[in-house]
Protein backbone atom coordinates (compact mmCIF):
# COMPACT_ATOMS: atom_id res chain seq x y z
CA UNK A 1 0.00 0.00 0.00
CA UNK A 2 3.24 2.14 0.94
CA UNK A 3 4.09 3.09 -3.26
CA UNK A 4 6.97 5.50 -2.23
CA UNK A 5 8.72 2.21 -0.58
CA UNK A 6 7.92 -0.15 -3.63
CA UNK A 7 8.47 1.89 -6.88
CA UNK A 8 8.50 -1.18 -9.42
CA UNK A 9 5.73 -3.79 -8.14
CA UNK A 10 4.45 -5.04 -11.66
CA UNK A 11 2.09 -7.61 -9.39
CA UNK A 12 0.85 -4.58 -7.67
CA UNK A 13 -2.29 -3.71 -9.90
CA UNK A 14 -3.71 -7.52 -9.23
CA UNK A 15 -3.26 -7.06 -5.12
CA UNK A 16 -4.72 -3.86 -5.47
CA UNK A 17 -7.83 -5.22 -7.16
CA UNK A 18 -7.52 -7.91 -4.65
CA UNK A 19 -7.55 -5.36 -1.75
CA UNK A 20 -10.76 -3.58 -3.34
CA UNK A 21 -12.62 -6.85 -3.57
CA UNK A 22 -11.57 -7.30 -0.03
CA UNK A 23 -12.34 -4.33 1.38
CA UNK A 24 -15.77 -5.12 0.52
CA UNK A 25 -16.35 -8.48 2.04
CA UNK A 26 -14.28 -7.15 5.00
CA UNK A 27 -16.99 -7.32 7.50
CA UNK A 28 -17.94 -10.89 6.81
CA UNK A 29 -14.42 -11.43 7.54
CA UNK A 30 -13.90 -9.07 10.54
CA UNK A 31 -17.11 -10.86 12.34
CA UNK A 32 -15.91 -14.41 11.46
CA UNK A 33 -12.31 -13.36 13.51
CA UNK A 34 -12.51 -14.35 16.92
CA UNK A 35 -9.10 -12.53 18.12
CA UNK A 36 -8.61 -9.37 16.79
CA UNK A 37 -5.70 -8.20 18.49
CA UNK A 38 -3.66 -11.19 16.64
CA UNK A 39 -5.32 -10.71 13.99
CA UNK A 40 -3.21 -11.09 10.34
CA UNK A 41 -5.96 -9.96 8.60
CA UNK A 42 -5.35 -6.27 10.61
CA UNK A 43 -2.19 -5.77 9.64
CA UNK A 44 -0.56 -2.54 11.36
CA UNK A 45 2.96 -2.77 10.02
CA UNK A 46 4.68 -3.00 6.58
CA UNK A 47 5.60 -6.06 5.95
CA UNK A 48 2.60 -7.94 7.24
CA UNK A 49 0.32 -5.46 4.91
CA UNK A 50 2.46 -7.35 1.99
CA UNK A 51 1.84 -10.74 3.43
CA UNK A 52 -1.81 -9.38 4.25
CA UNK A 53 -1.99 -8.11 0.00
CA UNK A 54 -0.77 -11.49 -0.94
CA UNK A 55 -2.89 -13.63 1.37
CA UNK A 56 -6.06 -11.87 0.31
CA UNK A 57 -5.64 -12.72 -3.67
CA UNK A 58 -5.16 -16.23 -2.61
CA UNK A 59 -8.12 -16.50 -0.98
CA UNK A 60 -10.19 -14.57 -3.44
CA UNK A 61 -9.08 -16.98 -6.53
CA UNK A 62 -9.77 -19.72 -3.47
CA UNK A 63 -13.33 -18.67 -3.28
CA UNK A 64 -13.80 -18.01 -7.21
CA UNK A 65 -13.02 -21.63 -7.42
CA UNK A 66 -15.35 -22.47 -4.76
CA UNK A 67 -17.93 -20.18 -6.28
CA UNK A 68 -17.67 -22.06 -9.29
CA UNK A 69 -17.29 -25.82 -8.54
CA UNK A 70 -19.63 -25.36 -6.07
CA UNK A 71 -22.44 -23.44 -8.46
CA UNK A 72 -21.95 -26.44 -11.24
CA UNK A 73 -22.20 -29.24 -8.90
CA UNK A 74 -25.57 -27.20 -7.43
CA UNK A 75 -26.62 -26.85 -10.72
CA UNK A 76 -26.31 -30.23 -11.66
CA UNK A 77 -27.58 -31.97 -8.32
CA UNK A 78 -31.16 -29.63 -8.81
CA UNK A 79 -31.77 -29.91 -12.84
CA UNK A 80 -30.94 -33.32 -12.86
CA UNK A 81 -32.46 -34.92 -10.15
CA UNK A 82 -34.79 -37.87 -10.26
CA UNK A 83 -38.23 -36.90 -10.82
CA UNK A 84 -41.26 -38.80 -10.97
CA UNK A 85 -41.84 -40.61 -13.76
CA UNK A 86 -38.18 -40.62 -14.96
CA UNK A 87 -37.00 -44.21 -15.90
CA UNK A 88 -35.21 -45.26 -13.39
CA UNK A 89 -32.60 -47.09 -14.99
CA UNK A 90 -28.94 -45.86 -14.98
CA UNK A 91 -28.20 -43.10 -17.71
CA UNK A 92 -25.67 -43.94 -20.55
CA UNK A 93 -22.32 -43.68 -19.05
CA UNK A 94 -19.68 -41.10 -20.98
CA UNK A 95 -15.95 -41.90 -20.65
CA UNK A 96 -13.04 -39.32 -21.48
CA UNK A 97 -13.42 -35.66 -22.68
CA UNK A 98 -10.06 -34.18 -24.60
CA UNK A 99 -11.68 -30.59 -24.36
CA UNK A 100 -13.01 -30.89 -20.48
CA UNK A 101 -9.31 -32.43 -19.12
CA UNK A 102 -7.51 -30.18 -20.94
CA UNK A 103 -9.66 -27.53 -19.13
CA UNK A 104 -9.23 -28.73 -15.60
CA UNK A 105 -5.52 -29.66 -16.36
CA UNK A 106 -4.59 -26.22 -18.03
CA UNK A 107 -6.53 -23.21 -15.54
CA UNK A 108 -5.44 -24.72 -12.79
CA UNK A 109 -1.68 -24.53 -13.91
CA UNK A 110 -2.12 -20.91 -14.87
CA UNK A 111 -3.84 -19.84 -11.57
CA UNK A 112 -0.66 -21.77 -9.79
CA UNK A 113 1.59 -20.03 -11.70
CA UNK A 114 0.05 -16.52 -11.28
CA UNK A 115 0.20 -16.80 -7.08
CA UNK A 116 3.77 -18.52 -7.39
CA UNK A 117 4.67 -15.68 -8.75
CA UNK A 118 2.95 -13.38 -6.74
CA UNK A 119 3.93 -15.29 -4.06
CA UNK A 120 7.48 -15.27 -4.95
CA UNK A 121 7.44 -11.55 -5.37
CA UNK A 122 6.09 -10.50 -2.15
CA UNK A 123 8.49 -12.86 0.03
CA UNK A 124 11.46 -10.98 -2.55
CA UNK A 125 10.28 -7.54 -1.84
CA UNK A 126 10.08 -7.98 2.23
CA UNK A 127 13.34 -9.78 2.33
CA UNK A 128 15.27 -7.08 0.35
CA UNK A 129 13.55 -4.21 1.42
CA UNK A 130 16.58 -1.50 2.25
CA UNK A 131 15.68 -0.21 5.58
CA UNK A 132 16.84 3.51 6.50
CA UNK A 133 20.34 3.96 8.04
CA UNK A 134 19.47 4.70 11.61
CA UNK A 135 17.23 1.50 11.45
CA UNK A 136 17.01 0.49 15.48
CA UNK A 137 18.75 -3.09 15.92
CA UNK A 138 17.47 -5.78 18.12
CA UNK A 139 18.33 -9.81 18.84
CA UNK A 140 15.92 -11.55 19.86
CA UNK A 141 17.40 -14.73 21.26
CA UNK A 142 14.72 -17.74 21.87
CA UNK A 143 15.18 -20.00 24.39
CA UNK A 144 12.60 -22.79 26.22
CA UNK A 145 10.33 -21.23 27.07
CA UNK A 146 10.77 -17.25 26.51
CA UNK A 147 12.45 -14.23 24.44
CA UNK A 148 15.72 -13.10 25.22
CA UNK A 149 15.39 -8.97 23.76
CA UNK A 150 18.48 -7.40 23.59
CA UNK A 151 18.93 -3.89 22.62
CA UNK A 152 23.12 -3.92 21.15
CA UNK A 153 23.35 -0.01 20.45
CA UNK A 154 22.27 0.45 24.17
CA UNK A 155 23.21 -2.35 25.66
CA UNK A 156 19.86 -2.99 27.18
CA UNK A 157 18.76 -6.18 27.86
CA UNK A 158 15.34 -7.74 28.52
CA UNK A 159 12.73 -10.49 28.31
CA UNK A 160 9.34 -11.31 26.64
CA UNK A 161 8.31 -7.67 25.75
CA UNK A 162 9.69 -5.81 22.80
CA UNK A 163 10.15 -2.06 23.49
CA UNK A 164 10.23 -0.50 19.62
CA UNK A 165 9.23 2.90 18.12
CA UNK A 166 6.46 3.92 16.13
CA UNK A 167 7.04 4.47 12.16
CA UNK A 168 4.95 7.00 10.03
CA UNK A 169 5.26 7.23 6.30
CA UNK A 170 6.69 10.64 6.21
CA UNK A 171 9.13 9.88 9.22
CA UNK A 172 10.25 5.97 9.12
CA UNK A 173 11.45 4.33 12.10
CA UNK A 174 11.30 0.23 11.05
CA UNK A 175 13.04 -2.22 13.49
CA UNK A 176 15.72 -4.99 12.19
CA UNK A 177 15.21 -8.08 14.23
CA UNK A 178 18.06 -10.53 14.70
CA UNK A 179 16.68 -13.94 15.72
CA UNK A 180 18.66 -16.57 16.94
CA UNK A 181 18.04 -19.62 19.46
CA UNK A 182 19.63 -20.72 22.45
CA UNK A 183 18.39 -24.60 22.34
CA UNK A 184 15.88 -25.69 19.86
CA UNK A 185 14.19 -24.21 16.84
CA UNK A 186 11.40 -21.40 17.89
CA UNK A 187 9.12 -18.82 15.86
CA UNK A 188 8.90 -15.33 16.06
CA UNK A 189 5.36 -14.68 15.23
CA UNK A 190 3.34 -11.14 15.86
CA UNK A 191 0.83 -11.39 13.16
CA UNK A 192 -0.36 -7.82 13.36
CA UNK A 193 3.30 -6.82 12.18
CA UNK A 194 4.69 -9.35 9.76
CA UNK A 195 5.33 -12.79 8.74
CA UNK A 196 6.60 -15.83 10.55
CA UNK A 197 10.11 -16.12 10.68
CA UNK A 198 12.36 -19.31 12.48
CA UNK A 199 14.94 -19.07 15.22
CA UNK A 200 17.62 -21.45 14.41
CA UNK A 201 20.08 -23.33 16.31
CA UNK A 202 23.42 -21.79 14.80
CA UNK A 203 21.84 -19.83 12.03
CA UNK A 204 20.91 -16.28 13.00
CA UNK A 205 17.76 -15.25 10.72
CA UNK A 206 16.59 -11.81 10.13
CA UNK A 207 13.24 -9.62 9.41
CA UNK A 208 12.27 -6.40 10.20
CA UNK A 209 8.91 -4.70 11.86
CA UNK A 210 7.48 -1.28 10.91
CA UNK A 211 4.39 -0.23 12.66
CA UNK A 212 2.06 2.13 12.42
CA UNK A 213 0.24 2.88 15.12
CA UNK A 214 1.20 2.60 18.71
CA UNK A 215 -0.12 0.04 20.96
CA UNK A 216 0.43 -3.55 22.50
CA UNK A 217 0.80 -6.15 20.09
CA UNK A 218 0.66 -9.60 20.82
CA UNK A 219 2.23 -12.82 19.53
CA UNK A 220 2.93 -16.29 20.33
CA UNK A 221 5.93 -19.05 19.12
CA UNK A 222 4.75 -20.51 16.10
CA UNK A 223 7.49 -23.42 15.91
CA UNK A 224 6.56 -26.48 18.31
CA UNK A 225 9.25 -26.25 20.59
CA UNK A 226 8.88 -28.51 23.92
CA UNK A 227 5.80 -28.93 26.69
CA UNK A 228 5.61 -25.11 27.06
CA UNK A 229 5.43 -23.79 24.21
CA UNK A 230 2.40 -22.82 24.12
CA UNK A 231 3.47 -20.25 27.33
CA UNK A 232 6.04 -18.66 24.92
CA UNK A 233 4.36 -15.12 24.52
CA UNK A 234 5.82 -12.38 23.03
CA UNK A 235 4.31 -8.59 23.49
CA UNK A 236 6.01 -5.83 21.38
CA UNK A 237 4.76 -2.60 22.76
CA UNK A 238 4.98 0.20 20.23
CA UNK A 239 5.59 3.85 21.60
CA UNK A 240 5.98 7.16 20.05
CA UNK A 241 9.68 8.17 19.88
CA UNK A 242 9.58 9.97 22.74
CA UNK A 243 8.46 7.42 24.72
CA UNK A 244 10.60 4.93 23.64
CA UNK A 245 13.68 7.32 23.95
CA UNK A 246 12.58 7.39 27.75
CA UNK A 247 12.02 3.55 28.21
CA UNK A 248 15.36 3.08 26.76
CA UNK A 249 16.79 5.31 29.33
CA UNK A 250 14.79 4.09 32.07
CA UNK A 251 16.26 0.52 31.28
CA UNK A 252 19.66 2.00 31.20
CA UNK A 253 19.75 3.80 34.57
CA UNK A 254 22.05 2.13 37.20
CA UNK A 255 20.35 -0.08 39.98
CA UNK A 256 19.89 1.24 42.77
CA UNK A 257 19.63 -1.18 46.28
CA UNK A 258 17.13 -0.43 48.34
CA UNK A 259 18.03 -1.12 52.08
CA UNK A 260 14.49 -1.75 53.25
CA UNK A 261 14.85 -5.48 51.34
CA UNK A 262 18.54 -5.78 51.91
CA UNK A 263 17.47 -9.44 53.79
CA UNK A 264 15.53 -10.45 50.18
CA UNK A 265 18.56 -8.81 48.08
CA UNK A 266 21.39 -11.19 50.39
CA UNK A 267 19.49 -14.34 49.80
CA UNK A 268 18.71 -13.61 46.38
CA UNK A 269 22.73 -13.32 46.16
CA UNK A 270 23.50 -16.35 48.11
CA UNK A 271 21.14 -18.33 46.39
CA UNK A 272 21.43 -20.26 42.89
CA UNK A 273 19.10 -17.35 41.89
CA UNK A 274 22.47 -15.84 40.64
CA UNK A 275 23.45 -18.72 38.37
CA UNK A 276 20.58 -18.15 36.24
CA UNK A 277 19.67 -14.60 36.38
CA UNK A 278 21.70 -11.38 35.73
CA UNK A 279 20.87 -8.50 37.30
CA UNK A 280 23.00 -4.99 36.02
CA UNK A 281 25.58 -4.28 38.73
CA UNK A 282 25.44 -7.21 41.29
CA UNK A 283 27.31 -10.74 41.12
CA UNK A 284 23.97 -12.15 39.71
CA UNK A 285 25.24 -12.67 35.99
CA UNK A 286 23.43 -15.62 34.73
CA UNK A 287 22.40 -16.08 31.56
CA UNK A 288 20.80 -19.16 31.60
CA UNK A 289 16.73 -17.51 32.55
CA UNK A 290 16.06 -13.68 31.66
CA UNK A 291 17.82 -11.17 33.22
CA UNK A 292 15.89 -9.64 35.91
CA UNK A 293 17.53 -5.91 35.80
CA UNK A 294 14.23 -3.92 35.30
CA UNK A 295 11.67 -7.33 35.98
CA UNK A 296 9.22 -4.73 37.37
CA UNK A 297 8.62 -2.58 34.10
CA UNK A 298 7.41 -6.11 32.58
CA UNK A 299 3.88 -6.08 32.29
CA UNK A 300 3.95 -10.28 32.75
CA UNK A 301 6.20 -12.87 33.94
CA UNK A 302 7.54 -16.58 32.28
CA UNK A 303 6.53 -15.40 28.59
CA UNK A 304 2.87 -14.10 29.31
CA UNK A 305 2.48 -16.96 31.80
CA UNK A 306 1.27 -14.69 34.57
CA UNK A 307 0.65 -10.79 35.10
CA UNK A 308 3.33 -9.60 37.25
CA UNK A 309 1.50 -8.57 40.68
CA UNK A 310 2.71 -9.81 43.73
CA UNK A 311 0.76 -12.84 44.18
CA UNK A 312 1.70 -14.22 40.92
CA UNK A 313 5.21 -13.51 41.21
CA UNK A 314 5.61 -15.39 45.04
CA UNK A 315 3.45 -18.07 43.60
CA UNK A 316 6.74 -18.04 40.58
CA UNK A 317 9.25 -17.80 43.23
CA UNK A 318 7.70 -20.55 45.72
CA UNK A 319 7.27 -23.11 42.76
CA UNK A 320 7.23 -21.82 38.92
CA UNK A 321 6.26 -25.25 38.05
CA UNK A 322 2.84 -25.00 39.74
CA UNK A 323 2.32 -21.58 37.27
CA UNK A 324 4.36 -23.33 33.71
CA UNK A 325 4.85 -27.16 34.44
CA UNK A 326 8.45 -28.20 33.01
CA UNK A 327 9.39 -25.17 32.63
CA UNK A 328 13.52 -24.89 33.57
CA UNK A 329 13.27 -23.03 36.63
CA UNK A 330 13.42 -25.26 39.44
CA UNK A 331 11.51 -25.18 42.40
CA UNK A 332 14.00 -23.60 44.83
CA UNK A 333 12.64 -25.00 47.70
CA UNK A 334 12.37 -21.68 49.80
CA UNK A 335 10.11 -21.33 53.12
CA UNK A 336 7.35 -18.55 53.09
CA UNK A 337 9.35 -15.95 55.13
CA UNK A 338 12.22 -16.64 52.13
CA UNK A 339 9.83 -16.09 49.18
CA UNK A 340 8.21 -13.02 50.74
CA UNK A 341 12.20 -11.10 51.27
CA UNK A 342 12.95 -12.55 47.73
CA UNK A 343 9.87 -10.82 46.15
CA UNK A 344 10.27 -7.94 48.09
CA UNK A 345 13.84 -7.23 46.72
CA UNK A 346 12.59 -8.28 43.04
CA UNK A 347 9.66 -5.59 43.26
CA UNK A 348 12.58 -3.00 43.78
CA UNK A 349 13.97 -3.83 40.30
CA UNK A 350 12.75 -1.45 38.21
C1 LIG B 1 18.35 -23.38 36.85
C2 LIG B 1 18.19 -21.99 36.52
C3 LIG B 1 17.32 -21.10 37.36
C4 LIG B 1 17.41 -20.84 38.71
C5 LIG B 1 18.35 -21.47 39.71
C6 LIG B 1 16.43 -19.83 38.99
N1 LIG B 1 15.76 -19.49 37.84
FE1 LIG B 1 14.33 -18.09 37.68
N2 LIG B 1 14.05 -18.58 35.74
C7 LIG B 1 14.76 -19.53 35.05
C8 LIG B 1 14.20 -19.69 33.74
C9 LIG B 1 14.67 -20.65 32.65
C10 LIG B 1 13.12 -18.79 33.65
C11 LIG B 1 12.18 -18.59 32.45
C12 LIG B 1 11.07 -19.60 32.56
C13 LIG B 1 10.06 -19.50 31.44
O1 LIG B 1 9.53 -18.39 31.20
O2 LIG B 1 9.78 -20.52 30.82
C14 LIG B 1 13.07 -18.10 34.92
C15 LIG B 1 12.14 -17.09 35.22
C16 LIG B 1 12.19 -16.35 36.39
C17 LIG B 1 11.37 -15.19 36.64
C18 LIG B 1 10.41 -14.55 35.64
C19 LIG B 1 11.16 -13.54 34.83
C20 LIG B 1 10.39 -12.97 33.68
O3 LIG B 1 10.62 -11.81 33.32
O4 LIG B 1 9.58 -13.67 33.09
C21 LIG B 1 11.67 -14.76 37.89
C22 LIG B 1 11.08 -13.56 38.61
C23 LIG B 1 12.66 -15.65 38.42
N3 LIG B 1 12.94 -16.60 37.48
C24 LIG B 1 13.21 -15.54 39.71
C25 LIG B 1 14.09 -16.47 40.25
C26 LIG B 1 14.54 -16.44 41.63
C27 LIG B 1 14.13 -15.41 42.65
C28 LIG B 1 15.37 -17.50 41.77
C29 LIG B 1 16.08 -17.96 43.04
C30 LIG B 1 15.22 -18.21 44.16
C31 LIG B 1 15.46 -18.17 40.49
N4 LIG B 1 14.67 -17.51 39.59
C32 LIG B 1 16.24 -19.28 40.24
C33 LIG B 1 15.84 -20.24 35.52
C34 LIG B 1 16.26 -20.26 36.84
CU1 LIG C 1 9.38 -21.67 21.08
Request: glycine share 6%.
Amino acid sequence: MNTARKPFRPHASLLRVAAVVASLLSPCIASADPSPVTSIFKPLSAPAEMVYETSLLALLVCAGIFLVVGGLLAYAVIKFRAKPGDDQREPPQIYGSNQLELAWTVIPILIVFVLTLVTARTIADVQNAKLPDGALQVRVVGHQWWWEIIYPEHGVVTANELHIPVSSREQRRPTALKLESADVAHSFWVPQLAGKTDLIPNHANKMWVEPYATGTYLGNCAEFCGNQHAQMRIRVVVESPEDFAKWIADQKRPVVMDPVVRAGHDLFMRTACVNCHRVAGTVAVGVFGPDLTRLMTRATIAAGAAPNKTEHLRAWVRDPQTIKPGCLMPNMQLTAVEVDQIVSYLQTLK
